[in-house]
């Protein structure tokens, strides 16, 4: 399974950006996908995680500011950043797992290669 992040970008706090991962080269159905962020000298954060069943799952941090969803019939994931803060600048990576566990870097297989999310203040 490979992983296509896109969305990144500058924004000034308060602001919006909508990330996007479209997988290929598996069956979108068999994974849960998560998204997670690593910012500069820090470790990779789970941030939010959705199953083919729609449960969805978030960090304290985001909650009430992310929102996790997917369109199955595209085989995309997105993540709707709103209220957006400095702290939010991180790398974000979109995941894979075909687990139910959902929290752990090590609980996802297959990992995109990151979108770059500045936010200014």
């Known amino acids: 399974v490979q992983l296509q992040a896109s969305g990144g970008g500058l924004v000034q706090a308060g602001g919006s950006l909508r990330l996007s991962c479209a997988p290929s080269?598996?069956?979108?159905?068999?994974?849960?996908m998560g998204w997670f962020r690593q910012a500069p000298g820090k470790e990779r954060e789970f941030v939010a995680a959705i199953s083919w069943y729609d449960n969805r799952y978030s960090a304290d941090s985001v909650k009430g500011r992310f929102t996790i969803s997917r369109d199955n019939a595209k085989n995309t994931v997105y993540l709707q950043m709103n209220s957006l803060k400095p702290e939010d600048t991180a790398v974000y990576y979109c995941?894979?797992?075909?687990?139910?566990?959902?929290?752990?870097?090590?609980?996802?297989?297959?990992w995109g290669q990151g979108t770059q999310v500045t936010v200014s203040s």
């Open positions: 995941a894979a797992s075909p687990w139910k566990y959902y929290r752990r870097v090590v609980d996802y297989d297959y």
């Open positions: 080269g598996g069956t979108f159905s068999d994974y849960l």
